[in-house]
């Protein structure tokens, strides 16, 4: 069974500061990982995700993310933060070892805010 | 812009009421999901629909019925619901077979208050 943890539910930042937002997953298989952003009373949204290859991702917005199967880690970074990212971010794993239809399981969360 | 598209936005219903989320996708994915998120919770699964039939239930109790009419198209059917129900209902879309990833699109939620 796949697992994901997220370490810290909130997360507060000063504007300007590092985000840093911590993803420990448990598959029996190699993963493909997501982290998704959650705006207030909106959809989930891909920021980045790791399939295979380059274990450095870029996504969206500025972020970016490690993939370290040593650690089992897939930690959330963006060097700068801005006011417009606060939200809700989740990091999923995918089982891929299920089948043709894949069950993505989500972390709790991290409410990321920003600070003037 | 958002490619799932889902309506209503927002829905107020009693608790003999029936009523209907819809969702549209337009990407030529085959499979499709209706999830539910609590206040800050992550979403959690309910329905997979693959290649139009209905292929994951997460024992989810008989008052929510899903329904997949096409490949663009999920329904989650809704009667006697209870307060408890009251969620953002999430639609998602992914491709099928070797191409899939596990990379799902989701639409921007159906508010559900269950008076």
């Known amino acids: 069974a796949q697992s994901v943890t997220q370490l810290g539910s909130h997360v507060s930042v000063s504007e300007g500061a590092l985000v840093l937002l911590r993803c420990n997953y448990s598959?029996?298989?190699?993963?493909?990982l997501f982290w998704y952003v959650q705006y207030p009373n909106q959809g989930l949204q891909l920021l980045l995700k790791y399939t295979t290859g380059a274990t450095l991702v870029k996504g969206i917005n500025g972020f970016e993310a490690e993939f370290k199967k040593s650690e089992t880690s897939f930690h959330l970074t963006k060097p700068s933060a801005h006011m417009s990212d606060a939200a809700e971010y989740f990091c999923?794993?995918?089982?891929?070892?299920?089948?043709?239809?894949?069950?993505?399981?989500f972390g709790k969360g991290t409410l990321l805010t920003v600070n003037p | 812009d958002t490619e799932v598209t889902q309506t209503p936005k927002h829905l107020v219903m009693g608790m003999t009421n029936k009523k209907s989320l819809k969702c549209e996708q337009h990407m030529g994915h085959r499979a499709m999901y209706w999830y539910k998120q609590k206040a800050k919770k992550p979403p959690e699964l309910m329905f997979v629909?693959?290649?139009?039939?209905?292929?994951i239930n997460e024992s989810v109790p008989s008052r929510f019925s899903p329904e997949c009419p096409n490949s663009s198209l999920l329904n989650l059917h809704l009667h006697a619901l209870q307060p408890e129900d009251s969620a953002l209902y999430l639609c998602?879309?992914?491709?099928?077979?070797?191409?899939?990833?596990?990379?799902?699109?989701f639409g921007e939620g159906s508010r559900l208050t269950v008076l």
């Open positions: 629909y693959s290649y139009e039939k209905l292929s």
């Open positions: 998602a879309s992914s491709q099928e077979g070797t191409t899939n990833t596990g990379e799902l699109f």
């Open positions: 999923a794993v995918s089982d891929r070892s299920g089948g043709s239809n894949y069950k993505l399981t």
């Open positions: 598959s029996s298989v190699p993963p493909y």
